[in-house]
Structures are given as structure tokens and as C-alpha cells.
């Protein structure tokens, strides 16, 4: 199976001593970053829906970044991410095996860099899926990924041998990804709370617990969806009246 997940918007840019791979989409990362370094600051702003200060903090990571950086300027993708998604993944944690099987089987939807395998090497950046970036291809960078995101998921999932696609990423991020060109089944976890005998998604659980899936399909090395049923991290367990096909969901009591 392959899985993907979405980005974060934190970074964690602690040094690592770890071997990195180069970008699938590295010169689409170049040609959208040039775009955005033209921008105001107040464009930024209302591109991201950010402040002053996260603005030109944004100006400057565009303004800095290279075709050609060092290694000093890069850490790899799973690592510098570091949302409620990779609280869940806990990437720095796994083994190296576990690293070698998720680089072959774990990608990461980007807004500037498309798709990432978890060791390519990323600069510091903030590009959101849904940003309406106006390009050569469009208004958005829907418009600009188009069909990229999808051929290449068929391409990786062919390389690996399987025609199943776990996704745990968000709406947001996953909206880039075109069905119709898509060949693989898609299967969707959903993570609930309940509280009171009334299942409900709540949105920081759900992100960190999308994320564990992650992790789990890793460590368990799962090449079959029937396996997806055994998660159980963080107290969650598998909902049979609530699931559907591809769509399996997972429940615990709600915690405030």
C-alpha cells in the first residue's frame, strides 16, 4: 500500500544526521517559490491569510530560497514537519528500516513541493494547498498541480506493487489529487470521539491520529487493507456499524 498525509505548517529545523534524496517535483518547488517572491508583503498576507510578521518571514524563506542548497539549508521532509499529524508519526523515532520501508511506501502532499518521500530534502517554507497562487496554469495550485500529484502516485504505487492508496491526509490536500486519473483504490480512515453515545470528528485528534495510522501501516509493514482494521493507537478501535469499505472508521471516548 501506499499511504500519503498532508504537511504541516510548523517547523521543527533541528540539525539531523541523516542522508536526504532529492524531490520528485524539486524544479516545480523552484518555479512556484520564484512566483512567490514577487508577491507584496500585504499579497502574502492575503495568501496565506497570515500576519505582518509571518509574512515577512514568508517573503524572506521565498527571497532565500535556492536550485542548488547546501545541506546545512535542508532537512528531510518527515522530520521538519512538525504538526498534530507528526505528533502522531513520530518519524524521528523510527528505526532505519522503518525509515528505508516509508520512503518506499509514504508520501507527503505539498503545496510547493507536490510530493514528498519522507527523507527528501525540503527548505523552510509555508505554501498551503488551497492558496489561490496564480501561475502559468492557473489561479490556484489545484490548478497548477492538475494531474502531476495523481500520475505520479500511480507511477510509485506501480514501482511497489500494490494498486491501494491509504489516504490520511486532509480535504485541503487531498482535493489536489485528480480521481479521474487516479488508478488506485482509495481508502479513507476516519478518526472519532465519543462523547455521550455521539461519534464526532474533532479536528487536532484527527490530524494526530491520521498520522499514527501512518505510522502504524510502517511498523506493521501493511501490504493488505484488511489490516488497517487492527489499529488501536491511542485508544481507538476499529467501529464496525460506522465503517464502510473504504471508508473504515475508528472510535474512542472522548476526552476533553
Known sequence: MLVVISPAKRLDWAERDMATTEPAFRDDAIRLARTARNLTLGDLQKLMDISPDLARLNRDRFRDF???PDAEATRPAALAFAGDTYQGLEAASL???ELGWAQDHLRILSGLYGLLRPLDAIQPYRLEMGSRLKTRRGGSLYDYWR???????NEQAEAVGTGILVNCASQ???GAVARKTLKLRVITPVFMEDKGGTPRIVSFFAKK???AMARFIVQKRLTDP???TDFDSGGYAYATDLSEPDRPVFLRPYTA
Do not use: M, N, Q
Open 66 to 68: 535556492s536550485g542548488a
Open 95 to 97: 528505526e532505519r528500516d
Open 147 to 153: 494531474d502531476d500529484l495523481s500520475k505520479a502516485l
Open 172 to 174: 485541503e490536500y487531498f
Open 209 to 211: 491520529a491520521r498520522g
Open 226 to 228: 484488511s489490516g488497517l
